[in-house]
């Protein structure tokens, strides 16, 4: 049984469990994924791994409460258990020393975002973080990211934290100083499609991390199929992080656009 030993708020709709799962627990890699369903009778919900914990044998997932079977999740209580968890799923990131790696997330892409930039900082790069958001409330995990960072920028479109701006205004002042050898970015489409025109060297691999959209973790079902090059592949089979230069985006589009539907 996957039992919940911890639950907290930590921002609006945003909540954080902590659940038994010995076996992910010793697979998991920064980058895995897990589906969890909360009961017999919701839908079965792609979740990043953002913690692990070998002592006690736990992972820690993050969710907004934005769905029936979200909201599910978050209305269970510390000592219930979850019908089902699977996992780990997806690639594991690659994680190595790069050099500077520039960590760009936007509200809840930052979730995806902290396990990678807590590998990387422990592979001795150097991260540099630019977290964004509307508001101060839809900014999540700044204090754990600015543990793993050795610079972090924060961006709020209203003013209420940190500089007053879109995550993108930030990203001229990184480029013009350092040398950037990485990219990462985490967030909706539009804000990924935003930071990427913003990049000016295409020589820089960039990654893209997608939350899978599937219902079954292991492309079975199609749901999450897009375009890489000239063929089809699925998120949740070679993602959820991507090549940024390797994808057709306007397909991508379409995808997300009828994902919300």
Known sequence: MHKIVSKQIIGENLKRIEIVAPVIC?????????????????????????????????????????????????????????????GPLGRPSEIKEFGNVLCIGYETGVVSLLPICRALHKSSNKVISVLGAKTKRNLCLEPQIHLCSQEAYVMSEDGSIGKRGY????????????????????????VIQDVLISVPERKVPKKILINPMTIDGFGICGCDLIKIKDRYASISVEGPELDADQIDFSFLKTKMKNSRK
């Open 167 to 190: 995550i993108s205004d930030s990203l001229e002042k990184i480029f013009s100083e350092q040398k950037i050898d990485r990219i990462y970015v985490a967030g909706p489409f539009s």
């Open 26 to 86: 010793k697979k998991a890699q920064p980058g895995h994924f897990v589906m969890i369903a909360p009961d017999d009778k919701s839908a079965r919900i792609a979740l990043a791994i953002v913690e692990i914990n070998l002592s006690k044998e736990t992972i820690t997932l993050i969710f907004k409460e934005d769905d029936s079977s979200t909201k599910k999740l978050g209305s269970l209580w510390i000592g219930d258990s979850v019908f089902a968890l699977l």
